[in-house]
């Protein structure tokens, strides 16, 4: 293994030692300097050319470096900051000068700007590289589906309704800076509907809808005073775009609230407004669990525990329908198709039986059939060890979750939530694969 032996030499300096998955990214980055070209069109774009460029600014390779090195340590972007004065791994990491490094605001601007595209792209490369190596064999894949949160509190109606008018406050104020009068009265009525709001949350519900009147009367109010702004011609030019993207989910969040309190009218699901702020976020509801509200995301592992695909879905797709497409994919990236597949019940039906073994696949195993179906395997023993092995995809989902801090995403924005799934993807391959490669 030409890459065990490279480690090796680099574990040859103590500290690398201490942090291998650093060092086997190091590794990689040096064999395949093309990783840099792979996010460079991100994080130059809208950048301005000069011959005489900018010393304040961190160079492509340098900023792909930290965001590895802040999802494998799990670091904020100030935390970043500090490392990179501070700590002497960092500083070999990122190949810093003496007393080099870089606000976390200059940090956040750059790495933000990678796409889930192009960190899918390195993932891909990774992945075959580990491949090459015989660290994965795609001999057999599991694939499951798990639901990650968005950063947004639990939604309700009269919440939803207050974030709208203190939003819209905030945003008039912005405005109307020079208008005491207009700001006073906008400050009152935020001050009242927050106390509504306290009675709302804390009244019987018979006592709701007398509650709600005047509650929905002060959005009304608020809605009709931004339209109002958003015509009139004002030197704020960025506040009166702010506002006028937010008046159409204003309007939206009042004609459901007043339907449902007021006329006692249920809200379709995709009718709902989960969030004023993540806008993009679901309702997931599986059974009898507690709902949640974030995004679908499928997880498809090889037999070395290595993720080999992943997508984060809008809406809350039938897990019957992600089998094929994901099979798919890693037969394009990776010219291989998995000699076995197993899933749970969810992913089971007789379209999915046959198009994977249109696909070559030769043992198909679902956890779940039904009387009509029966799994595909050459022996009665091959299907009981799938069976088996499927269940330690949860395991692999919760190290996942839990080792890189994606329970919860707290990245805004539908793009941005992708990408920091997919740097969360990477840093756990990195440290799957350097595991099997020290053991």
């Known amino acids: 293994m030409k890459l065990y032996n490279q480690l090796k030499l680099r574990f040859e300096t103590p500290i690398w030692g201490l942090h291998p998955e650093l060092a086997l990214f190091d590794v990689l980055l040096d064999k395949n300097p093309h990783f840099v070209k792979l996010v460079s069109n991100d994080v130059l774009s809208g950048i301005k050319e ?6 304040d600014s961190p160079t492509v390779e340098q900023v792909l470096r930290a965001a590895i090195y802040k999802e494998i340590k799990r670091l904020t972007y100030r935390e970043l900051e500090v490392d990179m004065y501070d700590s002497k791994i960092c500083s070999m990491f990122l190949r810093l000068e003496d007393n080099q490094g870089y606000s976390y605001s200059v940090m956040q601007k750059y790495i933000s700007k990678i796409s889930e595209k192009s960190i899918k792209s390195i993932i891909i490369e990774i992945n075959s590289i580990a491949i090459s190596e015989g660290i994965e064999t795609v001999d057999k894949i599991s694939t499951d589906t798990t639901t990650i949160e968005t950063n947004v509190h639990y939604p309700t109606n009269n919440s939803l309704v207050l974030d709208c008018i203190e939003t819209a406050t905030r945003l008039l104020k912005r405005i109307k800076k020079d208008k005491k009068d207009d700001n006073d009265r906008l400050d009152e009525q935020r001050k009242a509907a927050k106390k509504l709001n306290y009675d709302i949350n804390n009244s019987k519900k018979e006592n709701l809808p007398s509650l709600f009147d005047p509650y929905l009367a002060t959005l009304k109010s608020l809605i009709l005073e931004s339209w109002t702004a958003v015509r009139n011609s004002s030197t704020n030019i960025k506040s009166k775009t702010e506002l006028k993207e937010f008046l159409s989910l204003m309007i939206k969040v009042y004609r ?27 309702i997931l509801v599986k059974g009898q669990r507690e709902v949640e509200f ?11 525990s290595m993720i080999l695909d992943h997508d984060v879905f809008e809406g809350n797709p039938s897990d019957k329908g992600l089998l094929i497409p994901s099979i798919t994919r890693i037969k394009t990236n990776y010219t291989r198709i998995p000699e076995s597949s197993s899933a749970d019940g969810g992913f089971c039906s007789q379209e999915n039986l046959e198009k ?9 195993v679902f956890t779940k059939v039904t009387k009509s ?45 992708c990408s920091k799934v997919a740097w969360s993807v990477l840093g756990y391959n990195l440290r799957v694969m350097v595991n099997r490669m020290l053991q």
């Open 256 to 282: 459901n609230a007043y339907k449902f309190q007021i006329e006692g009218e249920k809200v379709a699901n995709s009718d709902k407004v989960f969030s004023v702020f993540e806008t993009h976020t679901d």
């Open 373 to 417: 179906l029966q799994n595909i395997v050459s022996s009665p023993e091959i299907e009981r060890i799938l069976k088996k092995w499927r269940s330690t995809t949860e395991a692999v989902i919760s190290n996942l979750k839990r080792g890189f801090d994606l329970q919860r995403v707290l990245w805004e924005g539908f793009e941005k939530f």
């Open 50 to 55: 000069s011959s005489f460029g900018r010393k």
């Open 356 to 364: 994977c073994k249109e696909l070559g696949l030769t043992n198909i």
């Open 294 to 304: 974030g995004h679908k995301t499928l997880i498809t592992r090889g037999s070395s």
